[in-house]
């Protein structure tokens, strides 16, 4: 669980990238075909992407999730909405209610992820889509210390840069993504990826 102090020199410290925030927000879009989408940000964190989905999609109902209360309080903070505290192997929404499910980097902290992506499956609307982003674990461990170093030089607190790298011994490869979403009954829509990235994005569709 983050403590208070690592989550505030998180948020504090990737504000510094809306970019980021700012492209998976757009693929969020393009991937949504309803005017007035119900999303769930699974993993919400400070707000920081809710912040952006919804400055792109006004007219969108969006809920937080999160299992920690300090990111959430800051969450509250930066957007200005209640969000709720869970874990994602059991999201507190009904059947088939929800648009589009999008998650940044979280995955690598779902300690069931195959219940994760069943719950994900129950609590989407049929043909819903879940937007993912995920650590790729093949990113070679010692191009690490280039992120360790970028980093520091922008000034990250040392807690924030253990947050990001210890994050990477969790994390999965998309094809191990792309199973998940197989196993949960899922089909795959779009994958935006390449092995010397240190990121991936995989958009699937509910059967």
């Given at each position: 669980?983050v403590?208070?102090v690592?989550?505030?020199?998180f ?7 809306p ?8 693929v ?14 699974l ?6 992407l ?52 999008v998650?940044?980097?979280s ?19 049929p ?17 690490l ?25 969790d ?18 829509v ?18």
């Amino acid at each position: 669980m983050v403590d208070e102090v690592t989550a505030e020199a998180f948020a504090s410290y990737m504000k510094k990238y809306p970019n980021l925030y700012e492209y998976l927000a757009q693929v969020v879009q393009k991937h949504s075909s309803v005017k007035k989408s119900i999303i769930v940000d699974l993993g919400v964190g400070p707000g920081l992407l809710a912040t952006e989905i919804l400055k792109k999609m006004p007219n969108a109902s969006l809920v937080g999730i999160d299992q920690s209360l300090t990111m959430l309080k800051l969450a509250k903070q930066n957007v200005g909405f209640e969000n709720i505290q869970s874990i994602s192997e059991s999201i507190p929404l009904l059947n088939n209610s929800v648009d589009i499910i999008v998650s940044r980097f979280s995955l690598a902290y779902w300690k069931k992820p195959n219940d994760s992506f069943a719950e994900m499956h129950r609590v989407l609307k049929p043909d819903g889509k879940v937007v993912l982003e995920a650590l790729n674990r093949d990113y070679p461990n010692w191009r690490l210390f280039f992120i360790k170093l970028h980093m520091k030089l922008n000034r990250a607190e040392a807690e924030v840069v253990k947050y990001h790298i210890d994050a990477f011994k969790d994390a999965y490869t998309i094809d191990q993504v792309k199973q998940f979403f197989n196993n949960a009954r899922f089909s795959i829509v779009e994958s935006i990826s390449n092995k010397k990235d240190w990121k991936f994005i995989v958009v699937a569709k509910k059967k």
